[in-house]
C-alpha cells in the first residue's frame, strides 16, 4: 500500500474535510479526491462519508486510522530528527492571545530559542480563538494558546492553566462605592462605576456578573480598548472598573494603583489550552516547546 495515500488519508481523517487536507498536503482538492478514490478500489471498501459540510469516516476508516496513524507519526519524528543536523535551526510558529502570550509563553519559550543544537527560532502571532484556530488547522502555526478547547480529530488540545479573574479599579471609585464594607452589598454600588473593557459585548464584565452575580452587568462599556494591558491602564488611570486576569493586574494591586472591588469565594476562572495539529507532536522542536510551556505553567497558577 502506497504510504502517500496512508499519509493523505491520515490528514483527511484528522481535518475531516478534503479542502482543509488538501491546504495542509499542498496539494489541489481534486488531487486529495483522486488519492481517496485510489485507496477506496484498493481496499474495496469507501473510507468516507461525504457530506455537505466535510466528511466523516466509515467504520472501516476509523479502523484503518486507528492504525496507521501511530506509525505515519512515528515515521514524520524519525524524518524530523534525521534530516536536521545540530546546526540548522528549526523554526516554531506560536500564535495565541496577546495580553497572556507576551506575558506569560513567550518569556518562557526565549529560553529554547539559540543555537545550543535543540534550540529553534521563534516566531509569534497574535488573534482570538477563532482566528488562532483556524490558522492552526490551516497549517499557518505549529502550536497554539486558546481559550477555546476545539472540537474534532485534527486538533489535540492539553489544559494548559487557569487564570483568576478580579474585579478591579482605582482607589477613589473603591471609597466612593464603599467596597469592602462588611454591610455593603456590591452589586447596586457598581453600577455608579464606569465600565472599561475589550469589547463593546463586555466579555469580561459579563462572564464575571453571571458567575459571582448570577446577573449581567447594567452599565455599558465606557472605554473600550482591544487589549487587557491597555485596560489596566485605563483602570489605573481612574477611567472605571475593569475585570483582569490576576496575574496581569498583581503588580498593580500590590503597588495599590487598583484594587479589588469584590473577593467573591470563589472566583472566576478561564481555562487555556495549549493547541496543536494531531500528530505533530513527533516535530522535536515543537515537542519540546510543549512541553516546556506545560511545564512553566506550574508556577503560573
Not at 481517496?36 to 479502523?63: D, H, K, M, N
Not at 502550536?143 to 479573574?165: F, N, Q
Not at 478591579?168 to 466612593?176: L, N
Not at 449581567?216 to 485596560?231: E, F, I, K, Q, W
Request: proline share 7%.
Amino acid at each position: 500500500m502506497d504510504l502517500a495515500l496512508l499519509r493523505t488519508f491520515v490528514t483527511v481523517h484528522r481535518a475531516g474535510s478534503f479542502t482543509r487536507a488538501a491546504a495542509l498536503l499542498g496539494l489541489s482538492q481534486p488531487a486529495v479526491t483522486s488519492q481517496i478514490r485510489t485507496l477506496e478500489r484498493q481496499l474495496g471498501r469507501p473510507l468516507f462519508l461525504r457530506q455537505a459540510r466535510g466528511v466523516t469516516p466509515t467504520s472501516i476508516g476509523e479502523e484503518l486510522a486507528h492504525k496507521a496513524a501511530p506509525h505515519l507519526d512515528a515515521l514524520v519524528e524519525i524524518t524530523e530528527t534525521g534530516l536536521h543536523d545540530d546546526s540548522s535551526l528549526r523554526t516554531l510558529h506560536l500564535a495565541g492571545p496577546p495580553e497572556f502570550t507576551a506575558e506569560r509563553a513567550l518569556p518562557a519559550l526565549t529560553e529554547l530559542t539559540g543555537e545550543d543544537g535543540q534550540g529553534f527560532a521563534l516566531r509569534a502571532s497574535f488573534g482570538n480563538a477563532e482566528e488562532i484556530l483556524e490558522g492552526l488547522s490551516a497549517g499557518h502555526h505549529d502550536l497554539a494558546i486558546s481559550t477555546v478547547r476545539p472540537r474534532g480529530a485534527l486538533l489535540t488540545a492539553t489544559a494548559l492553566c487557569d487564570e483568576e479573574h478580579v474585579l478591579v479599579a482605582a482607589p477613589r471609585w473603591a471609597e466612593q462605592i464603599g467596597a469592602g464594607q462588611p454591610d455593603s452589598k456590591p452589586e447596586p454600588a457598581l453600577e455608579q462605576v464606569p465600565v472599561v473593557e475589550v469589547h463593546e459585548s463586555l466579555p469580561f464584565v459579563s462572564r464575571y456578573w453571571a458567575s459571582v452575580f448570577d446577573s449581567r452587568p447594567a452599565a455599558p462599556g465606557t472605554v473600550v480598548v482591544p487589549d487587557l494591558r491597555a485596560v489596566l491602564a485605563c483602570a489605573v488611570a481612574g477611567a472605571g472598573l475593569a475585570v483582569l486576569p490576576r496575574y496581569l493586574c498583581a503588580s498593580a494591586l500590590e503597588r495599590g494603583e487598583v484594587v479589588a472591588l469584590h473577593e467573591p469565594a470563589v472566583p472566576p476562572l478561564r481555562t487555556y489550552f495549549l493547541v496543536v495539529r494531531t500528530g505533530t507532536l513527533a516535530m522535536p522542536h515543537v515537542a519540546r516547546a510543549h512541553e516546556w510551556l506545560l511545564r512553566a505553567a506550574g508556577d503560573w497558577c
